[in-house]
């Protein structure tokens, strides 16, 4: 499904990503951790194609296509979706206006028809039940005033309701009491299936608890330098990153 | 102004005959704003109220005065149609009053709506107060024009006690004429005591045409008695020139919602005095400049008497070579205690050639006030925008979402849903693509 080669990615003139191979296939439900800077969130961000990275050389496939060529709208249509970090607030656009103006907007690009409000509002409220959503979220502007853990529960709710075909949860878990985060992960959960990819970009061991990947990779100094199974994430849960910087000095300028 | 130097228009708008009105306090008033016109001329940049606006450019042209073919040439009525405003109608084109647009028969009981000309007719001595003001300050010039030639215009007065319960609309039509002309037209709204009135007040363009338009409107709001007004200018290449001065008695409310779409220089003047204690004021207002529009609202609030309020925020977006002016003056006069004055003015620039300049004043002669003030230009939020576009909206639509929300944060207060809705629309289909 995803087929990221030899990526490397600069930042305001500096390169954070040096060379990443990673190739995910549908169903899977893979892990990205590693220390603070290593440039996880970049990978996230490049996939996504969010402004200001600018991809120096390598390639990203998706489902066949050249993903780095498509505008951020165009990839969300083609079933690319990233969850936020620090999902935005819009004052003044309603939530309930922003998920359908964005469903219908997708599906415009993929040239279906468009859902009358009674459509959506239908599929909304079955996707709100089963994540367990308050309706009023609904009613109130895109994530404008929203907990911590409302901002990322809505997150995990666009996912539900846009159904893509590879989901990028940049550090969803950070922030979340463990409440919220059984929640949030409950809800990935139900989002597993056979034609559905996960990228799960997280700092901590803890939501791999409730989520538990097929794959675990290491990332440092802007290249995956581990991969191994989720045993991978127990083992660096105990010896913490200083154990990778031991063994990849290079990676870490150690 | 220097001597001896008459640009054009000064020259075209003097060449224009006195109404001849036969009742001499009226005519001697216009003289008088006539001639006050004459010998000030136009103010220049150097003048504060005018600092932003320039009228070099329009004091180069020339107005031939009324236009002949105004009082008969067809206008479509959808021109001015809007959901959720069927009721009492007045219609003038080109400052010319048209019986045959208007709707005057079955007024509610305790409403007066007629042309100036006709009330100045039936009784003149109830107008003299508000028609024989001398314009006397320096940046006054399009008032004094306005007090010498308006012969028409709106007169609307609410009996005490009476709740007006169908909007009442007033249209101002620019049509296309065989040359430019100056129309002008004369306002005096009255609202008695405890009185209600919804008013719509809409200026609108058939063709596009490049008329100068000035129009003077004195709203009286007596004890107890409140207004909403919903103001929308959405005229094609006009130069308006405005002037809306609302006095609030005490108890009396005014709400009001200006929104500035269309036009190539057009000016708001609107001079707010809250007068009894208790008397408040709430304003909205949008402005929306584009492609070489210039765009100026002038809001003066003063507050003159006890625990008076005034809320008043507005938004400005300006794109391509927009440009847009806000000056926001607050005066909260020696005795007005308890005072409590808010004014915001927040604006977006949608390009590099875009310009908006924004003066909020606040001055307090007065104790126990509560008074805040702040003006912000910036751009769409980049971070908004990308997190709509990794939903799947365009960039285009996106842009759109985000501005029009910018807008709608000041309408959403508007009473009558059906017109707010409309207005957002509105709002929509003028953004930049």
Known sequence: MLKIENLHARVAGKEIL?????????????????????????????????????????????NGVDLLTLEPEARAAAGVFLAFQYPVEIPGVNNTYFLRTALNAQRKQRGE?????????????????????????????????????????????????LEPRLAILDETDSGLDIDALKQVAAGVNLLRSADRAFLMITHYQRLLDYVVPDFVHVLAGGRIVESGDKSLALRLEEHGYAGIAARHPAELGA | MSAGISPPLLASLLDAPLPASGIGWLDAARRDNREAFAAA???????????????????????????????????????????????????????????????????????????????????????????SRHYRDPGDAFARINAA????????????????????????????????????????????????????????????Q??????????????????????????????????????????????????????ALVRHEVRVDLVGDGARFDGRGVFMPHGRQHMDTQLAIRHQALDTVSDAHWRGVASERGRGVFRGAVL?????????????????????????????ELEIYADEVQAAHGATVGQLDEQALFYLRSRGIGAGEARALLTSAFCRAVLGDMANAQLREHVGEMLLAHLPA
């Not at chain 2, 809306?244 to 005014?254: E, T």
């Not at chain 2, 909260?332 to 909020?360: C, F, Q, R, W, Y």
Request: net charge negative; proline share 3%; glycine share 10%.
């Open chain 2, 149 to 208: 030639s308006a012969s028409d215009g709106v007169v609307l007065r609410v009996a005490a006690g009476v709740q007006v319960t169908t909007p009442v609309q007033l249209v101002f039509v620019g049509a296309l004429a065989p040359t430019d002309i100056a129309w002008h037209v004369r306002n005096v709204i009255e609202l008695g005591e405890g009185s209600a009135l919804e008013l719509v007040e809409q200026h609108v363009g058939n063709g596009t």
């Open chain 2, 332 to 360: 909260v006069a020696p005795g007005a205690d308890g005072s409590d004055a808010n004014l915001t003015n927040k604006n977006l620039l949608l390009s590099d050639s875009a310009e908006i300049d924004t003066k909020p």
């Open chain 2, 210 to 263: 490049a008329h100068l338009g000035t129009q003077v409107s004195d709203i009286e709001l007596r004890q107890g008695a409140q207004l909403r007004h919903v103001l929308v200018q959405n005229a094609t290449g006009a130069t308006l020139m405005r002037r809306s001065s609302v006095r609030i008695h005490q108890s009396a409310r005014a709400s009001m919602h200006m929104l500035e779409l269309g036009g």
């Open chain 1, 18 to 62: 040096k060379g990443i191979d990673l190739t995910v296939n549908a169903g899977e439900v893979h892990a990205i951790m590693g220390p603070n800077g290593a440039g996880k969130s970049t990978l996230g961000n490049v996939l996504s194609g969010r402004d200001g990275y600018e991809v120096t050389a390598g390639t990203v496939t998706f």
């Open chain 1, 113 to 161: 028809k468009d859902l009358d409000s009674m459509q959506f509002l239908k599929l909304v409220r079955e996707k709100l039940k089963v994540m367990q959503l308050p309706d009023d979220l609904l009613h109130r502007a895109v994530n404008e005033g929203f907990s911590g853990g409302e901002k990322k529960r809505n997150e995990i709710f666009q996912m539900a309701l």
């Open chain 2, 41 to 131: 001329g136009l103010p220049d940049t150097r003048v504060e109220a005018w600092k932003y606006t320039a009228l070099r450019a329009l004091s180069q042209r020339r107005f031939a005065s009324g236009d002949a073919h105004a009082g008969a040439c067809a206008i479509d009525a959808a021109l001015y149609a809007l959901p959720g405003v069927i009721g009492p109608r007045m219609v003038f084109v080109n400052g010319v009053f048209r019986g045959d647009l208007s709707a005057l028969d079955q007024l509610p009981a305790g409403l007066q709506l007629q042309p100036l000309s006709g009330a100045l007719a039936a009784d003149a001595e109830a107008l003299r107060f508000t028609l």
